[in-house]
Nanobody, 124 residues
Framework: QVQLVESGGGLVQTGGSLRLSCAVS????????MGWFRQSPGKEREFVAG????????RYASSVEGRFTISRDNGKNTMSLQMSGLKPEDTAVYYC?????????????????WGQGTQVTVSS
């Protein structure tokens, strides 16, 4: 059974930084596309960032490009999201996701395994 566990969320002021981590068990992530999504109250879950199986390709939502960096460590079976220049509109529950496959997935249906989420709150 695949399990994804996010950590690193918290409360930060506008302009601050946080680093989210996603630890995966039950599957070797070297064979999986990985991604981060987020969901704010009253809104649909949205794509934030994705990374290919090898880590050689990344994609970002336009709202976070230049501020967030996704990375993966296949040897440790983990993925991270470094967030800087945080804004109040980045406040959301952040979810990591995984699915066997090589290409980056931009849609929720591109992923079959999800974490429970970690709350990120950016105060103004």
């Amino acid at each position: 059974q695949v399990q994804l566990v996010e950590s690193g969320g918290g409360l930060v002021q506008t302009g601050g930084s946080l680093r989210l981590s996603c630890a995966v068990s039950g599957r070797t992530i070297s064979t999986s596309r990985m991604g981060w999504f987020r969901q704010s109250p009253g809104k649909e879950r949205e794509f934030v960032a994705g990374i290919s199986r090898s880590g050689g390709q990344t994609r970002y939502a336009s709202s976070v490009e230049g501020r967030f960096t996704i990375s993966r460590d296949n040897g440790k079976n983990t993925m991270s999201l470094q967030m800087s220049g945080l804004k109040p509109e980045d406040t959301a529950v952040y979810y990591c996701a995984a699915n066997p496959g090589g290409r980056i997935g931009l849609r929720m249906e591109d992923y079959d395994s999800w974490g429970q989420g970690t709350q990120v709150t950016v105060s103004s």
